[in-house]
């Protein structure tokens, strides 16, 4: 017996997949900062979250939902995650080294 496959069901399931790392990646971006910055780390880190499920909106909905089988939406989560993950762990590097030079010349 076959099993029926339902693109949209698959894309949800990418989607969510995609909001989640997207949203860990920008609140520690984002709480990573707050903590150079002397901020409130927390609302830092949620600020960060609600940019990632922006972003996901954004650019990765319409992608997704847009592919017809199991290969094309497969290979989103791992393009938006080039383009839009790797921006939030480069701010995060980033911001560690702020940081550490934060704690050596003040």
Do not use: D
């Not at 339902?6 to 989607?15: D, E």
């Not at 002397?38 to 954004?58: D, E, H, P, R, T």
Request: net charge neutral.
């Amino acid at each position: 017996m076959e099993e029926s496959f339902n693109p949209t069901s698959y894309a949800m399931g990418g989607f969510i997949a995609i909001v989640i790392r997207l949203g860990i990646y920008y609140g520690l971006f984002l709480g990573i900062w707050g903590f150079v910055l002397n901020g409130n780390v927390i609302w830092f880190a949620k600020v960060g979250v609600l940019v990632a499920f922006i972003i996901s909106l954004l650019f990765a909905a319409p992608v997704i939902f847009m592919r017809k089988t199991k290969e094309q939406i497969c290979e989103v989560p791992l393009v938006i995650n080039y383009m839009w993950g790797n921006l939030a762990i480069y701010g995060g590097i980033l911001g560690v080294v702020a940081w550490i030079v934060q704690l050596i010349l003040f």
